[in-house]
């Protein structure tokens, strides 16, 4: 299994201002993935992190809003820029193997927008 | 997209009993379908998942039966305990190959074991 790493854990942001995510594997992953889970709620895809090339976005989610990069095969960041409160949630990015199926997820980002 | 519909929505067994979690999916073009334990402030964690060539999963006390003609996957917690109060998530792929390793997730289920 792969252990997944996030910062920061927590912040508190002002409105109209962006913070940057930073996910680190400890092993190399073939996909990684970033997901947005608003408390007590179930999970959504925002994006996969290709490496060395754009990220792949779903629906309802746009690259000016969430940049991402994956500079390698174990790291990946994701920004959340011009921050609302809409913005408020737990932001978690997850490594996938590409052998086994199995999905591994970090223990997320809880981020307040003031 | 894919829909997962999971239910239901919360659960309270008491300790020794039975917890039961249902989902179902629509299609899909990968069959792999994991179940995740989630406890407050913490990210999801892999409890256990099914490549349906078998119809029925078992690790410890938890269960995976998977009926792929209903397109219906279940877990059970046996001898449920104090400890597996948490939100338990289904998640299936994609429904196009380009969906490789992506997963949508059910709504979740709160389970919540008392002594």
């Known amino acids: 299994s792969a252990v997944i790493s996030q910062k920061p854990s927590r912040d508190i942001c002002q409105r109209g201002t962006s913070l940057t995510i930073q996910c680190q594997v400890d092993s190399q992953v073939t996909m990684m993935f970033w997901y947005r889970q608003q408390p007590g709620q179930s999970l959504t895809l925002i994006a996969t992190a290709n490496q060395g090339s754009e990220a792949t976005y779903e629906s309802g989610f746009v690259i000016d809003k969430f940049p991402i990069s994956r500079p390698n095969l174990t790291f990946s960041t994701l920004t959340v820029s011009n921050m609302s409160p809409e913005d408020s949630s737990i932001y978690l990015c997850?490594?996938?193997?590409?052998?086994?199926?199995?999905?591994?997820f970090g223990p997320g980002t809880r981020l307040t927008v003031t | 997209q894919q829909q997962v519909k999971q239910s239901p929505q919360s659960l309270i067994v008491q300790k020794g009993g039975i917890s039961i979690i249902n989902c179902a999916y629509e299609?899909?073009?990968?069959?792999?379908f994991p179940w995740y334990q989630q406890f407050p402030g913490k990210g999801p964690a892999l409890l256990i998942a099914?490549?349906?060539?078998?119809s029925e999963k078992k690790e410890g006390r938890f269960t995976i039966s998977f009926n792929k003609s209903a397109k219906q996957f279940s877990l059970h917690i046996m001898d449920s305990q104090p400890g597996d109060s948490a939100t338990y998530f289904c998640?299936?792929?994609?429904?196009?190959?380009?969906?490789?390793?992506?997963?949508?997730f059910g709504a979740g289920t709160q389970v919540v074991v008392t002594p």
């Open positions: 099914i490549r349906p060539d078998v």
């Open positions: 998640a299936a792929p994609g429904v196009t190959t380009d969906s490789w390793g992506k997963l949508q």
């Open positions: 997850s490594g996938w193997g590409g052998k086994s199926y199995e999905q591994y």
């Open positions: 299609n899909t073009a990968f069959d792999y």
